[in-house]
């Protein structure tokens, strides 16, 4: 049955790239591993519709992992999951209850890594630029991540290094 490991973090974090660094090491060590993204495809969604949005994120959530065959894999490594909605579309307490509920049969992870940014980094990486409004909401979907994290999770920098976080990954995924 396959490890399933979660990377979170707001956008521009550094997610997909420690996962293909990741997953690189893995297959070099003989693993096999899956890697999937959230969502699975583009979403149009509606960013002022928090509601919309979420039933959107999981459903596509859903149908992915009925895809999925855990037992065929060692690791099955995923940028984003249900966290992101709940980092990104909940914006207020009851919208959070709610959303928790929509993803009560979402799997678990059994392994967790956040990649910390301040949201102008963020802005700074996908923009160019600083956008007060965009970093301002991106600092609070980082306030929820950081409210959320489950147990044994793995809290990295997204500043320093590929190699030195990639090294702290292996450390993690070593401790069982
Ligand atoms: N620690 C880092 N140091 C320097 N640049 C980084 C770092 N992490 C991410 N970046 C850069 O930021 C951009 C977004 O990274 P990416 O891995 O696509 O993030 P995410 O998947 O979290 O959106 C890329 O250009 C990447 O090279
Ligand atoms: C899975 C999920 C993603 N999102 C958002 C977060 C990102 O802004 C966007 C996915 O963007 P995308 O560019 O595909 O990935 P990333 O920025 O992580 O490299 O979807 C939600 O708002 N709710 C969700 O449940």
């Not at 070099?28 to 960013?47: A, F, K, Q």
């Not at 979420?54 to 894999?73: C, G, H, S, V």
């Not at 920098?157 to 995924?173: A, H, Q």
Request: charge should be negative.
């Amino acid at each position: 049955m396959a490890e399933y490991i979660v990377f979170e973090g707001i956008d521009g974090a550094g997610k997909s790239s420690l996962i293909e660094l990741l997953h690189d090491k893995l297959i070099n060590d003989g693993y096999n591993v899956l890697c999937i993204r959230e969502p699975s495809h583009e979403i149009l969604t509606n960013p002022n519709d928090d509601v919309i949005s979420t039933l959107e994120f999981a459903l596509d959530r859903m149908k992915q992992f009925k895809r999925i065959d855990f037992e065929a894999y060692d690791y099955v490594i995923s940028d984003r999951s249900f966290y992101s909605n709940i980092a990104y579309q909940g914006t207020s307490e009851s919208k959070i209850e709610w959303i928790v509920g929509v993803n009560s049969f979402a799997r678990r992870p059994d392994r967790f890594i956040f990649v910390d940014i301040a949201g102008d980094t963020s802005c700074k990486r996908e923009l160019g630029f600083v956008d007060p409004d965009m970093a301002l909401f991106l600092d609070c979907c980082r306030e929820r991540y950081l409210y959320l994290l489950p147990d044994n999770h793995l809290l990295l920098d997204g500043n320093v290094s590929f190699e030195d976080n990639l090294e702290r990954i292996m450390l993690y995924l070593l401790r069982g």
